[in-house]
């Protein structure tokens, strides 16, 4: 299975910005999507942002214009780019990577937190 490791998260102000960083290792397939989960407390798990193999993006609507998606040169590593960030986005981040077939692989959280 994939291995997923995960770096960037942190305290910010709103109105500041983040970079995640997801680097991937092990049994990468050829059709996947790679992307982030958040969980803030009480609310269930929601996507924010995935990439496919073929390089499709998605967004979730509420970080459209905020957040970008993108990835390395050697496609093994993906990257949040959160900009203007709000108090509503406090969350754990999550990696994932799902492949056409098989179980999807998680990386294990890292804490967003936005506040002054």
């Known amino acids: 299975q994939v291995q997923l490791v995960e770096s960037g998260g942190g305290l910010v102000q709103p109105g500041g910005s983040l970079r995640l960083s997801c680097a991937a290792s092990?049994?990468?397939?050829?059709?996947?999507?790679m992307g982030w989960h958040r969980q803030a407390p009480g609310k269930e798990r929601e996507v924010v942002a995935s990439?496919?193999?073929?390089?499709?993006?998605y967004y979730g609507d509420f970080v459209k214009g905020r957040f970008t998606i993108s990835r390395d040169n050697a496609r093994t590593t993906v990257y949040l780019q959160m900009s203007n960030l709000k108090p509503e986005d406090t969350a754990v981040y999550y990696c994932?990577?799902?492949?056409?077939?098989?179980?999807?692989?998680w990386g294990q959280g890292t804490q967003v937190t936005v506040s002054t």
């Open positions: 994932n990577f799902r492949p056409n077939l098989g179980p999807a692989s």
């Open positions: 092990g049994s990468i397939s050829s059709s996947y999507a």
């Open positions: 990439i496919t193999s073929g390089d499709t993006t």
